[in-house]
Structures are given as C-alpha cells and as structure tokens.
C-alpha cells in the first residue's frame, strides 16, 4: 500500500526572538566563521563536517553524507503495529502533520481507520537530517501525524536513592494529599493556559516603542537590518511524500530466509517513494555522530543505557544564538507553508 503524503511542522514557537547588541551604542554582535588555520572567513558552500575522536579529526564531505543508504532514502517504512500504550511519551520528539497527497485520498484514510480501529501505533523507521529516525506514525483528529522518538540507547535509565525510601506515610496525610489533588482535579484544555512572560515582555517592547526608545535599523544594522548568520538556526524538514507499508518487503524477507539468505533484523533492501517535501531553511550541525540501527529497522532493547544518577559526559555547552524578531506570538496556520519538491 503506498500513501503520498505530506508534511507540516505541528508547532510554531511563540517566544519573542532577539539579536545581540552592544550595550555602549546599539550595534549588533555578529558571529563571522572563520578558519582556525588560514583566518580567512568561509561561506557555508565550503564548510564540511568533522569527526574529533581525540587525536584524528575525520572530515565527511557533502556528497559522502548523500552516498550513505540511509540519509536520502525518500520514504517512512512501516515496521510494525504496536498497542498505544506501550509508546512512552519520554521517547517521543518533534511531530509533524501529514497531508494526504494524490488524485485520491483512500489509501490515507484506509491506513488512518486501521490505526483508529485497532488502537495501534505505527513504528516506522524515516530519514531526517541525514540520519536515520525511528519514530510512530498515529491518528489526532482524524490527521496521520510523524512523531520522532529517541533510540533505546538515548533513554537514560533512572536511579534516584530518595525513591526508594521506606520512609512512614500515615493515613492522615495520605488523605490530605488525595484532597488537594481533588480540589485542582480538571480538564486540560490548552488555551486556557497563556505565557505571561511572553505577554509582558510584548507589552515592554510595544511601550519602548510608543515612547520612542528605540534606534534606527539601518544605523545599527546595517541598510538590510538582516543577520548572514540567519540560516544556520533555521530548520530543515527533509521528509517524506511517500509513505510505504511493509507487509510485502517483510514476506519477501521471508521468502529470502527460507531460501538460505539470512537478511537479519535489518531492512533488505531500500522501497523508492513518489516524491520528497521540505520546508524551506537550512539546518547544519557541527558533529558527526555514529549512526545507529542503519543496518536494522530498530535498535536493540537491551542496549547500553545512560544513567541519570551517574556522572554524566563531556560538559554542557551553552549555545547563543541570534534570530530575527517576528514581534508576533500568534500561532501560524499548518497546511500552508511554502514546500519545494524533489523526484525520489
């Protein structure tokens, strides 16, 4: 079954966005990339991505990130139908809406009754950013909606002494802790809830403005008022149109096994989709990471796991970034962003 398909962000950030200036007059603080070697500043058309392991540094070029089988494959693979339950929202990152494309809608909703009469999730295997993602595939408001998920090796397992306490709680407290939760039990409806923070920053920028404190863009700026810089906080939604179901490639994997071929728990293979939407921006990262699971359709459960009550590696990085003021906090409406197309 093929269902074409495409893919909008599901959320929009609210938050009033800043530049870095200079105190003493106003001017924006610009970040320039510059090599450590020859001091000349580069162009994003000529920065390539690096692996430090300590003593060598690895340098993987843009075509050899595109030559890898999983970073273009053009497709979200089902893997299996799983019971909702058993998906913790821990796992779950980044959503995305689904748009049926094509002259007919039926495999969409075909694929979209079969999740809601089952009261299954989809666990699917897609590509993103030149890795390759697990994530589910389920049903909101009669919408398909992508939802990445970390691996199981990303989950920290948790150890807190202070849980495992044999510490008395007697009937009289646990009495007063069920009534407090009584008193503020409730519906959840979202739009009840408003970021005050974001209200009153809006309302001491639009006074400062009434006031006229404020300074000329084009004196401080510059005469576009643009950052070079922006491109690089954008993101990149480099999803799928097409969206394969795997029932035929996992008999034919069958078959391939039956036959003497051991295939492993991995994919055989690659299934081509129709076409690729991507949201317009650009997204870079400044590590390469090893790829996980790029030979399996999952990665394995017992998997070696973090500890959150253990000693954490490397020291957190605090990031700055710069981005243009949108000045709005109301909420975009998905199904419209501008999208460019590309044959898979």
Known sequence: MNVPVKAYSTTTDHDVSFHQVHDADGGRIRYQRRCEVCGKKIDYEHIDKAYDDGDQTVVIHEEEFEALPEATNDEIEVVQFV?????????????????????????????????????????????????????????????????????????????????????????KEKKLAKALVDQFASDFTPEEFEDTYQVE??????????????????????????????????????????????????????????????????????????????????????????????????????STRNSTGGSAKGSAKSAKTTAKSSGRSTRKKTGTPSSRRKSA
Request: aromatic share 4%; proline share 4%.
């Open 83 to 171: 019971p909702s339950d058993q998906v913790d929202p821990v796992t779950l990152e980044k959503s995305y809406f689904l748009e049926p494309q094509g002259k007919s809608p039926k495999s969409y909703l075909l694929l979209r009754e079969a999740l809601q009469s089952t009261d299954r999730t989809a666990i699917v295997t897609f590509a993103l950013r030149q890795k390759t993602r697990l994530g589910v595939l389920r049903v909101q408001d009669d919408v398909l909606v992508l939802q990445g998920m970390h691996w199981a090796d990303e989950i920290r397992e948790v150890d807190f002494p202070a849980t495992r306490s044999r510490a008395r709680i007697s009937p």
């Open 201 to 302: 920053l809006r309302k001491l920028i639009d006074a400062k403005l009434e006031q006229g404190d404020s300074l000329d863009t084009e004196a401080t700026f510059g005469a576009s008022g643009s950052d070079e810089d922006a491109g690089e906080d954008a993101e990149v939604i480099d999803l799928m149109e097409a969206l394969k179901a795997s029932l035929d490639r996992k008999r034919g994997r069958g078959r391939t096994s039956r036959s003497g071929r051991s295939s492993g728990p991995g994919r055989s293979g690659t299934a081509k989709g129709s076409s690729t939407s991507r949201a317009s921006g650009a997204s870079k990262t400044s590590a390469a990471s090893g790829r996980k699971g790029a030979s399996g359709t999952t990665s394995s459960k017992d």
